[in-house]
């Protein structure tokens, strides 16, 4: 169970409070309109913004002020997921050891992971070798073997057309429904709430409301949601 | 409240810093702990630092105004060769100082080849001797590298803004107001102020192109102080002196020192749609032929007087290039080992200033560094097989500022791309140099590497205050070899230096850039 | 640079193991080449000697004064006269114990620390088949016109430009410096040291160099050219020596004394003209290698003690600055 408590973000003249849960295995999405701060409560969850105020837990565990890579958390952004100078099994193995000394059942993992993400025989190639899509799947499969509790995902999918980007999601569904992992990720798109959001964080007027379940929400929005949503 | 977070690659830049500084000031140390009270600063010694200043002055400008048409000529012409062209004439930068004079003095002499040619045709001739020898000589060393700085310049200028000027259908005029003047005032203050601080430290070119007392420069008075009159606090008030002109015009300079391109990408020419007409064709060719005859014809001489020379060139003088190449080999390792955490500690931070503890070592006199850390090792262990570690380590802080110019940019651009992911996979420390930093600095980490050999393996260096005899290295050599008569086994010494630089230069810039990824 | 280490560690071992004595001696940068006189000197000293000679090169005098107390030399070779003074205020250095009345100099020796092994005057060269009127005297070389081009060193810098400046002061004196008026013009440019100078005339860049009465004798025998000459001048030219001494706290003392009186034997003065292109220090004429008596030599010598020399110094080269400054 992630806990955000009393949570204060300022970033230069911008304020964002939250002050909610998200139980474990939950599928969240942060909606809200652009500007509104959902890339930025994604970046402090992840540790690369300090709090203003608050704490955050993990369970029992105060990781207000873990760095990033201590985090229970694994990541994705909008751009720059994989390193393009090292191969996708490397890539991937980053997210196993950072060192990138493996184990024979490290590699082990890696090349599972990679044939689960539908990419196995590609491990030797460079990411500017892959299609968009391929490279997003190389990215998700590097989230696979990082084997955290909660995934954040800031748009990676962004860039895809929307038959790519429909597919990249049904992956990340099934994913986390294996692994039982805590999802958040940041969309402009309802129909992507549908298609695999369990609830939503509405992220408006310097507030992320706590989560609402999707189904709800979306066929009775408040007015606010009601606005952004047209 | 979080602190402010650690840079991903450490903060060992902050130590590699602290061991210049340290290096250097240690070496004043160990001079004062010799020096007895000297006299104030002699008439003699004012005139050295005004001469070294004016002559600093006019070669930074003459090299920058030489280098704004030949590179604006090469930015705008495509020619079969002009990659090659670009690549040789980079080579007077990496020549050895000795070499270097050499070839300037059979191509520009009194008896050398121009001069010939003048008076074959009923032209007064021309004299080397004097400042202008001096600045000509200074021009040579450092125009490619005005060139190089200004061509990168124009190749900033986007494609797009020719489009629009050739949409418009400006003249050449306004081409020149609205697309290049802006640059070359972007660009123009910085390459000379470089250049500058590269000339203030001017040696052994002022010596033999000086014509006689008149051009003595501030290192020259230091070597004297030092070598004839032994009078170390003399030679330590001189070496401040260089030090605070050198340093206060390297601060100065590094707000507006440009950074130096790597050589791959400029052998692209921008489509332009201007300066099509016959006139202007002409003039850019003018320009390109005398730039690469004044540039290249002395490397020729040397080639060919070394070339005659090579068959009676002893075979000690291999062995002593081997020991060149160990102390050059030796420098580049120093060299990365100080400089890429240096400059990963420059570009986590904002200001800029502390690239300037890169300037020290540019700006201190090499003599008084080494005699400094003899007087400190000397109590303590025998200096002499440390000359050549010393040496190497001397180069290494004399390569210091290129090399922080050229990592820093890039480093910034790779730190700024993958900070985020990489802090969310937990690589920092050692494994973020190994796969991230190193990997993708990879053709700049060897166009340094070049650039360092090739300087290291043409300094003399202090070595010739400590040489032991199997400790000679080849310019060393070569300066023995011309003491004792023999001038022709000197020339070909000197082409076996010139190729070994060129050489040094080339593999590890080829290495940086072979089978580059991404 | 390995393998140096390498070696320089099992010369270091191998001297540990063997009880051979071993004798260092400070020399000149020059002369450990494989073309210097040290490999000579080495073998032939080694032979007389159940010891090792080990040469160690560099700068001498700063070497030493650096060193101070601490040096390893047990004797320095190659200190020439303008540096002697400085060399003795050391305290470094011990009597050297031979007899000065061997030395076949043209001036009288008596100095009894250092000892001169070779020597040679300062001299004008130049090529007898492109200069047609060389100059027969120093007055005749002011004349000339300024057409001919000199180079000369930097006394400030190198021996032989200081040679240089006190021969000047030697003839002239008082009038040195219209006598440096004279020459400016036709001086092409002042150099850092002697090889630099003469490699510009070997290149045919100038005239006439500054250099050394022995400087012909490299061409004549060991290229078999003919054609350099020393200009020589009635006025006398000035001395130039190189002397060896012995130092104090050596630990091989009786090495020492060998090595000094090997110096001045038959064998190592007949071996160093060809060796070190200069005058055996200790050597009868007739005795010369062959075709060493056909150097043209002047007749007259000129010298300054060591004192004097010390006290001329900085007023001569402050005449050459000033003249050469205009």
Redesign the interface.
């Known amino acids: 169970m992630l806990r955000l408590e009393d949570v204060t973000i300022s970033q230069g003249g911008f304020l964002l409070q939250a002050d909610f849960e998200v139980q474990q295995g939950r599928k969240t999405a942060v909606i809200g309109p652009s500007g509104a701060g959902k890339s930025t409560l994604l970046a402090a969850l992840?540790?690369?913004l300090?709090?203003?105020g608050g704490k955050l837990w993990w369970n029992d565990v105060d990781i207000?002020?873990a760095?990033?890579?201590?985090r229970p958390?694994?990541?994705l952004?909008q751009d720059?997921?994989l390193?393009?100078?090292?191969s996708i099994a490397?890539n991937i193995g980053?997210?196993i050891r950072?060192?990138?000394k493996l184990t024979p059942e490290d590699h082990l993992r890696v090349e599972q992971a990679l044939k689960r993400v539908g990419l196995a025989g590609m491990a030797d190639r460079?990411?500017?070798e892959l299609s968009g899509g391929q490279q997003s799947r190389a990215a998700l499969a590097r989230v696979l073997v990082?084997d955290r509790p909660v995934v954040l995902l800031d748009e990676p999918f962004a860039a895809l057309g929307p038959a790519l980007r429909h597919e990249m999601l049904d992956l990340v569904h099934d994913l986390s429904e294996e692994a039982n992992a805590t999802l958040l990720m940041v969309t402009h798109d309802p129909q992507d709430v549908r298609r695999i959001a369990d609830d939503v964080i509405f992220v408006e007027g310097g507030r992320a409301a706590a989560p609402q379940p999707a189904g709800a929400l979306l066929e009775n929005p408040p007015p606010a949601l009601q606005a952004y949503l047209g | 409240m979080a602190q402010r977070a650690q840079p991903i690659i450490g903060t060992t830049g902050i130590a590699a810093g602290g061991f210049v500084v340290v290096a250097v000031l240690l070496s004043f140390l160990g001079i004062g702990l010799r020096a007895e009270l000297g006299r104030g600063i002699e008439p003699a010694e004012w005139a050295a630092i005004r001469f070294t200043l004016q002559q600093a002055a006019l070669s930074a400008l003459i090299s920058v105004a030489c280098a704004i048409p030949l590179a604006r000529a090469l930015a705008r012409r495509r020619f079969v060769g002009r990659g090659v062209l670009i690549t040789l004439l980079g080579a007077p930068f990496i020549l050895p100082v000795i070499v270097a004079v050499l070839g300037l003095l059979t191509v520009f002499g009194r008896t050398g080849w121009v001069n010939t040619a003048f008076e074959a045709i009923g032209l007064p001739t021309l004299s080397i001797y004097g400042l202008h020898g001096v600045v000509l000589a200074h021009v040579f060393f450092n125009l490619p590298l005005a060139t190089r700085l200004l061509l990168q310049g124009w190749q900033s200028i986007p494609a797009e803004r020719f489009r629009l000027a050739a949409q418009l259908n400006l003249p050449p005029r306004m081409v020149r107001r609205t697309l290049e003047v802006p640059l070359l005032v972007q660009v123009v203050p910085g390459a000379a102020a470089l250049i500058f601080v590269i000339c203030l430290t001017s040696f052994a070119v002022a010596l033999t192109l000086g014509g006689g007392p008149r051009a003595t420069t501030i290192e020259l008075a230091i070597y004297q102080a030092f070598r004839f009159d032994f009078d170390l606090a003399r030679a330590a008030l001189l070496s401040f002196i260089q030090l605070f002109l050198a340093g206060s015009a390297a601060l100065v300079a590094l707000w507006v020192i440009p950074n130096i391109p790597l050589s791959a990408g400029l052998d692209r020419a921008v489509r332009r749609w201007d300066a099509r007409g016959g006139l202007q064709s002409a003039i850019d060719a003018c320009v390109i032929a005398l730039g690469s005859a004044f540039l290249l014809l002395p490397l020729f001489a040397i080639t060919l007087a070394g070339v005659q020379g090579l068959p009676q060139m002893p075979i000690g003088v291999w062995k002593t290039a081997g020991n060149s190449l160990g102390v050059a080999m030796l420098s580049i390792a120093l060299l990365l080992a100080i400089a890429l955490p240096m400059a990963g500690w420059i570009s986590t931070r904002r200001a800029g200033g502390a690239e300037a503890i890169g300037l020290i070592g540019l700006s201190a006199s090499p003599l008084m560094i080494g005699t400094g850390w003899f007087i400190l090792i000397n109590p303590i262990a025998d200096p002499v097989p440390l000359a050549l570690p010393v040496t190497a380590l001397i180069n290494a802080l004399m390569a210091l500022p290129f090399a922080l110019r050229i990592l820093v940019p890039p480093m910034r651009d790779v730190l700024t791309t993958y900070d985020r992911l990489s802090r969310s996979l937990g690589l920092n420390g050692w494994p973020a140099w190994r796969w991230l930093v190193l990997p993708r600095l990879r053709a700049q980490i060897g166009f340094t590497a070049g650039l360092t050999g090739a300087l290291s393996v043409g300094d003399l260096g202090v070595i010739a205050l400590f040489a032991d005899p199997d400790r000679a290295t080849l310019p060393l050599q070569m300066y023995r070899l011309m003491g004792a008569y023999r001038t022709e086994a000197a020339a070909g010494a000197a082409l076996l230096l010139l190729a070994m630089a060129l050489a040094l230069f080339w593999v590890f810039d080829k290495a940086g850039r072979w089978h580059a990824e991404a | 640079m390995r393998r140096t280490l390498l070696a320089t560690t099992l010369l270091l071992a191998s001297q540990a193991g063997a009880d051979t004595p071993v004798l260092t001696v400070y020399a000149g940068d020059y002369f450990t080449s494989e073309w210097g006189p040290g490999p000579m000197i080495e073998a032939g000293f080694e032979e007389t000697c159940d010891c090792d000679l080990q040469f160690a090169t560099g700068d001498l005098l700063p070497r030493l004064l650096l060193e101070g107390e601490r040096t390893k030399a047990d004797v320095v070779i190659g200190l020439t006269s303008d540096v002697t003074a400085k060399a003795r205020a050391t305290g470094l250095f011990a009597p050297h114990g031979q007899d000065n009345s061997a030395l076949t100099l043209p001036i009288e020796w008596t100095d009894d620390t250092f000892l001169p092994f070779n020597y040679g005057h300062t001299a004008f060269i130049y090529n007898e088949t492109t200069m047609d009127a060389p100059p027969a005297s120093f007055d005749a070389l002011l004349e000339m016109d300024d057409d001919v081009k000199l180079v000369i060193q930097d006394p400030r810098t190198s021996i032989s430009g200081l040679a240089l400046v006190l021969w000047v002061e030697a003839v002239y004196g008082e009038k040195s410096g219209e006598v440096w008026t004279k020459l400016a013009p036709k001086i092409l440019t002042v150099t850092k040291d002697w090889s630099a100078s003469y490699g510009m005339f070997t290149d045919g860049e100038v005239d006439m160099v500054l250099s050394y009465t022995t400087s012909p004798a490299y061409h004549m025998f060991a290229e078999e050219d003919f054609t350099k000459k020393a200009a020589i001048f009635p006025e006398g030219h000035y001395f130039m020596v190189e002397t060896v001494g012995k130092i104090a706290q050596t630990q091989e003392p009786e090495l020492a004394d060998a090595f000094m009186a090997y110096v001045l034997s038959q064998d190592f003065q007949q071996m160093i003209p060809t060796a070190n292109w200069s005058l055996p220090a200790a050597l009868p004429e007739d005795q010369w290698p062959e075709g060493w008596a056909q150097l043209a030599l002047p007749e007259k010598v000129l010298f300054y003690s060591e004192e004097e020399a010390e006290s001329r110094k900085d007023q001569a080269i402050e005449t050459w600055r000033n003249a050469l400054s205009q």
Request: glycine share 18%; net charge positive; aromatic share 10%.
């Open positions: 992840g540790g690369f300090p709090l203003g207000t002020d760095t990033p890579g201590k958390i694994a990541m952004f720059n997921n390193f393009p100078h090292l490397k980053l997210g950072p060192d990138l460079k990411p500017g990082q």
